[in-house]
């Protein structure tokens, strides 16, 4: 599976920002998928995710009940929801596909969309 993520920009802290990924490929609805992000000068860190179905997900304590993430299996397209928007949320965002069980803690994720970049201005 391909993946392309994209609605990356520049906002104010407080505001809010929806960041898409479309998939390539008949097996998008097999995958779960994911959501991380890299600051700069820091380690890539697990965001958030949810399984096939979007039934369950699952978050980085530090974007619990800010973000959302969802996704559209007819349009081959994960989002996330990004409300309450603060500076320490600057990063560039990945978007991710997993087959694996250990999906819901950042791991085993095999195909990566290229970045986009979130910046939160104080």
């Known amino acids: 599976v391909q993946l392309q993520a994209f609605g990356g920009g520049l906002v104010q802290a407080g505001g809010s920002l929806r960041l898409s990924c479309a998939a390539s490929?008949?097996?998008?609805?097999?995958?779960?998928m994911g959501w991380f992000r890299q600051a700069p000068g820091k380690e890539r860190e697990f965001v958030g995710g949810?399984?096939?179905?979007?039934?369950?997900?699952s978050y980085a304590d530090s974007v619990k009940g800010r973000f959302t993430v969802s996704r559209d299996n007819d349009k081959s397209t994960v989002y996330l929801q990004m409300n309450r928007l603060r500076p320490k949320d600057t990063a560039v965002y990945y978007c991710?596909?997993?087959?694996?069980?250990?999906?819901?803690?950042?791991?085993?994720?095999?195909?990566w969309g290229q970045g986009t970049l979130v910046t939160v201005s104080s």
């Open positions: 490929g008949r097996t998008f609805s097999q995958y779960a």
């Open positions: 949810l399984t096939w179905s979007g039934r369950s997900t």
């Open positions: 991710a596909a997993a087959r694996g069980s250990d999906w819901y803690v950042g791991s085993g994720y095999d195909y």
